[in-house]
């Protein structure tokens, strides 16, 4: 298992081919990678992540343990950015293998699903307009009651 | 006891974190004490609905205990992903 939290960038391609290599135990990998979109009334400058450092690393390595704990996996990779992004940055990444596809599928989920309302960032968007925090959104909140 | 703010939480009160000297047995009496001391707590803290709460860096709730208790944080809900 490997979490970073960082500033700097980070290349989803290289890590995906490093997460996969050297397996012989693993039929599925599954990854996910989070971009910074454009907003949908006013032009995004940037997205401002703010984040809460040691409790941050402590809740995402909790969160990708409890992943490891309730499906058959090999593997968990979790990186997520803070700081300052613009429109096509990107923002995290999850990767799960496992021997099947369907826990790999399952476990990238549920740690999205995790990492949206339970690890302690804060976005904030920045347009021409001014900057505002980005809302929690009920359904987030809700996404969580099916695991 | 160390207390910290993020987000908009930390804009209202106008800083990240503070040194609290406080004999407050829980999260929602040390919350009553901080809104008593000037507006711009009472402004941060008006709607706890909005705020989620850590103690020692673990979600916690407003009736938690404080007692050996040294960094609490308040937030408003997580947007991460």
């Known amino acids: 298992m490997r979490v970073a939290i960082q500033a700097g960038p980070f290349d989803p391609g ?26 949908g ?12 450092p040691g409790m941050t690393e402590a809740a995402v390595t909790a969160i990708a343990q409890e992943a490891q704990d309730r ?3 090999a593997d968990v990779l979790v990186i997520h950015r803070h700081g300052r992004l613009v429109t096509g940055d990107m923002i995290m990444m999850v990767a799960t293998a496992a021997r099947h596809r369907k826990d ?14 339970r690890a302690p960032f804060w976005k ?4 021409a307009e001014g900057a505002s925090w980005v809302d929690a959104r009920d359904e987030d909140e809700d996404a969580l009651s099916r695991w | 006891m160390n207390v910290l703010y993020f987000a908009w939480v930390r804009e209202r009160i106008g800083l990240p ?32 609905s909005a705020l989620r709460v850590a103690i020692d860096q673990e979600l ?13 944080a308040f937030f408003p809900p997580m947007t991460g992903g």
């Open chain 1, 71 to 73: 499906w058959s996996l």
């Open chain 1, 104 to 117: 790999a599928f399952e476990a990238a989920e549920y740690l999205m699903d995790y990492l949206k309302s």
């Open chain 1, 41 to 52: 009334d006013a032009s995004l400058e940037a997205m401002e992540i703010e984040h809460y």
């Open chain 2, 60 to 72: 916690s709730d407003f009736d938690a205990k404080l007692e050996g208790v040294r960094e609490v």
């Open chain 2, 17 to 48: 974190r503070e040194e609290i000297d406080t004999s407050a047995a829980t999260v929602a009496d040390l919350v009553e004490e901080l809104k008593g001391r000037e507006e711009r707590y009472a402004v941060a803290f008006s709607d706890l």
């Open chain 1, 124 to 127: 904030r968007e920045v347009t």
């Open chain 1, 14 to 39: 290289r890590e995906s081919a490093v997460f996969a290599s050297g397996r012989k135990d693993v039929g599925a990998i599954v990854t996910f990678t989070g971009v910074v979109r454009d907003t």
